[in-house]
């Protein structure tokens, strides 16, 4: 059979992992991306479901919740990123600190977070002071030794004198930027040095330092926690910190690297539409020549990743023209394709100003709401001949980064095989 074209449009998770799952089928893969989407801006949790529903369905059922099996071909793509930690079936979930101050349930972490649920009882976290406007050692190790999970195994956490500001104005830089410092090796080992200063303080007079707990410092374009634990001799990590940081950054280094080992190109283009053309499929791209391809993957993303736009009535009525009740959200691009959410057609959850997003748009209980539901329908993940979806973008699916590396895995395969079975 001669070698099949798939276009995939998105390169978060769902993108990524289609382009990896469409090369092992045999595929030549031609990946275009617009910008930054939402696996770019995560803290570093990674979640098969949506954590608060784990922690609800245990609390339900009085059970402690352990990790689910994952299927084969995702531990496979998540070896071949070399950016996560995934337990085995079975164990424990991974814990993690979160910058509000509380310790949370995942599937899977960044592999430089730091997991307090591997410490063992009584343990003492210790957080080193740094003079930086994300970090507050004091308040979250206050806020921190409250969180239940850590009180019910003793473990306690003490902030620290720390130096670990090395140049100029670091204290005002941005958190990824402090990052990219520790991606040199010399600086890391300097870190690694005022780090051992730290715990041998903390425990002169028989105090405890059985792991440092620091801010999304450590390494932009690699998790660099592992060469400190090795250094220091006990877990260092990172605490789970929001939108817009190393670990996304990490992200992009680590998709960089897994790009170049499958020899696809990463091109920089906004994909404007998706065309039946005879025997084919037709990509209309912004600044860019069209081209056609035998199959297409849609890993938009959702309203985050600007895959999914919100575009209620009212934001294109002229004042001369007649309200028109329509469909109040739109794919980033044109294609042949069915948008819904919560189970029904858009047109049902608007009206003639927009859906009441006060009342459908937030999540309740199990309902993840209309802003995180609302997608392309699919069939698997078939959404039109030729056309499958993956990722955020596709409706009513839980949108977790292993849910979108499943996802894309599956979309890859069947787009590389289209239009046999
Ligand atoms: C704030 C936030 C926090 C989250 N926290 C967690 C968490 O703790 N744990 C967890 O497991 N999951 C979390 N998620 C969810 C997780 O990040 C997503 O489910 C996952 O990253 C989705 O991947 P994706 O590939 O579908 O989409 P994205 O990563 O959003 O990628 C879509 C890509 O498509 C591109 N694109 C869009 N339109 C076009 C176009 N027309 N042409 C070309 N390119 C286009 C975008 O620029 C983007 O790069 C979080 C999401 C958000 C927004």
Redesign the pocket.
Known sequence: MPERLVAI???????LAAAWSAVRCGARVRL????????????G???DRPWECLMRAGELLGVTPLCRALPEAVRSFAAALGLWHLPEAGCPLVRLATDAGRVRPARGRDRALLDPGELPAGAAIVLPRVLRPEWDADGLARALGDDEFLRSRGVRCVPAQAELLLRTAEERIAAADLAARHDEPARLDWLGQRLEEVVARARVRGGRADALLLGPWLGARAPRAEILRERVGLPVGEILAG?GGAAGLRFEAAREGLLGALGIELER???LAVEPAPGALRLELADADPFVADAVVL????L????IRYTPPEQVAAAHEEPVARAPFAL??RAPVELRALGRRLEVVSSLSGPALDEIAWPRGPDPGLLEAVGVACTGSCCAPGIYA????VADRP??????VASGIEAGEAAAQWPSP
Do not use: W
């Not at 275009?32 to 803290?43: H, Y």
């Open positions: 449009v998105g390169a978060g998770a769902a993108g275009c991306d617009a910008g930054v989407g939402a696996s770019g801006l995560g803290g949790a990674v979640d939108v283009a906004r994909v890993a938009v993303g959702g985050a990743a600007g895959g980033s691009l993956a990722g955020d973008v949108r977790t980064l292993l849910r979108a």
